[in-house]
């Protein structure tokens, strides 16, 4: 291996870091409701949003639309849950790097172990579901230029996926409406699987 090929791989690795950081950073800040912090996580130039039954949003307003909009209550203050609480973990991540180092994609496992208001009451629940994300190299930093979480189940925790697989839906809001409807979902039991970004690692394809 030459010194060319051998900084190549120590770039290739550092740029995983990286990605693998940004998309960790990015569940921290969903658990605190840090919505400027999420939203300084995606490019001027993001292609979309999409969170389960949501919808799709377009472009870097389609983000603020959501995150700010919609999830954040448009930046108003809030009072204290007491007794929330939302845990996010990723893991099983596969990022694929292009080969000019420019764009990238990944996979991310997701759990999500929330308690916090839903139909006036106050309840546990469990949500399981797929990242499947672009990013976007710019002046030497990665950011999220096409974020997907596709949901699996959302179940209270007192029944479980089998008995109630889905909760109910999470895109009613009287006002903000997507873009688009979710290019994909179909939750379980569906036996629906959310397509691979990355190729096989042994025969391409």
């Not at 448009?74 to 790097?97: E, H, N, T, Y």
């Not at 994300?133 to 189940?153: A, D, M, Q, R, S």
């Amino acid at each position: 291996m030459n010194i060319e090929e051998l900084e190549r791989q120590v770039q290739l690795q550092e740029d995983i870091q990286e990605i693998e950081n940004l998309q960790h950073t990015y569940s921290y800040y969903f658990e605190s409701q840090n919505i400027q912090g999420i939203l300084d996580l995606f490019s001027d130039n993001t292609e979309s949003v999409e969170i389960t039954d949501h919808g799709l949003f377009k472009g870097k307003e389609g983000v603020k639309k959501l995150f700010w909009d919609w999830i954040g209550g448009g930046g108003k203050p809030r009072a204290p849950m007491p007794g929330g609480i939302v845990r996010i973990f990723q893991f099983q991540g596969v990022v694929d790097v292009a080969t000019d180092g420019k764009t990238a994609k990944g996979r991310w496992n997701c759990l999500d172990l929330e308690a916090r208001p839903y139909g006036g009451v106050f309840r546990n629940y469990w949500l399981h579901g797929y990242y499947e994300n672009e990013y976007v190299k710019e002046i030497g930093k990665w950011l999220f230029k096409k974020l997907h979480w596709n949901n699996t189940f959302w179940t209270p925790y007192e029944s479980g996926w089998l008995k109630t697989p889905l909760l109910g839906r999470m895109d009613e809001h009287p006002t903000i409406k997507a873009d688009a409807p979710p290019t994909a979902f179909h939750p379980y039991p569906s036996g629906y699987h959310l397509p691979y970004s990355y190729k096989h690692p042994i025969t391409g394809e």
